[in-house]
């Protein structure tokens, strides 16, 4: 290929890629403008575990938010298990466990990142480095790549309809584990009592305080 084919082939992709780019940005804002807005939301879940050279482990439920700092994974399949978020502490009940893990709620805690949009604080330019992008039918799928060296997941895989819905959100940690969040039956703004996000121990039933640099979340609540 000669430099004048070459210098062609770039100035007829050039614009594409631009296009593409600003495509991928305004999706992103319609996403943060779709999930930082509301005040309350719920919708269905399928997380899947897998963990390096383990089969994988399926679990669903119902998922209700409400900021500040509120929500509740109210788990189907394992039934009993619970996950709440009263805005102060998350509480953690798994009947195969028989306890209740109770841990601070803390704006560092990995909500943040890749889970930030549940809690109302999602920002891709802050969070992420750069995007991998393609479309997979109608959903665009984007790769990003967390923007600090300490994280303890190497990427984040979004998957998104044209109406700015997050259906998939799955996170490939440094130890080759990978956790899926599947989201279906989405509601903005359902009306949610508030007393939903309030929990009390079953009777008889210990209560464990984690330790403080290993926060409860729904990313970690696999057992």
């Known amino acids: 290929m000669d430099s004048r084919t070459l210098i062609a082939l770039v100035l007829a992709v050039a614009p594409l890629i631009a296009q593409q780019a600003g495509s991928v940005t305004k999706l992103l804002a319609a996403v943060e ?50 996950l709440v978020a009263d805005g102060r502490q998350v509480w953690f009940y798994s009947p195969a466990m028989n306890q209740v893990e109770r841990s601070p709620l803390r704006a560092s805690d990995d909500l943040r990142t890749p889970l930030a949009f549940l809690m109302g604080r999602l920002d891709f330019r802050r969070d992420f480095t750069e995007f991998r992008s393609n479309l997979e039918g109608d959903l665009m799928h984007l790769t990003g790549v967390p923007r600090s060296k300490n994280s303890p997941y190497r990427e984040v895989e979004f998957w998104i309809t044209p109406l700015a819905e997050l ?5 490939h ?51």
Not at 71 to 82: F, Q, T, V
Not at 167 to 171: A, E, G, L, P, S
Not at 196 to 220: C, H, I, N
């Open 33 to 82: 403008r779709r999930y930082n807005s509301p005040v309350t939301l719920e919708m269905r879940f399928e997380q899947r575990f897998r963990g390096a050279g383990q089969p994988s482990r399926l679990e669903s439920g119902i998922l209700f938010l409400k900021k500040p700092g509120r929500m509740r994974w109210e788990y189907r399949a394992p039934e009993g298990k619970l």
């Open 167 to 171: 259906k998939q959100v799955t996170v």
């Open 173 to 223: 940690g440094h130890d080759a584990s990978t956790m899926m969040f599947r989201f279906d039956a989405e509601r903005l703004n359902p009306p949610i009592n508030d007393r939903l996000f309030s929990y009390t121990p079953p009777p008889g039933v210990p209560v464990v305080d984690a330790p403080s640099e290993e926060p409860r979340t729904p990313a970690k609540s696999t057992q």
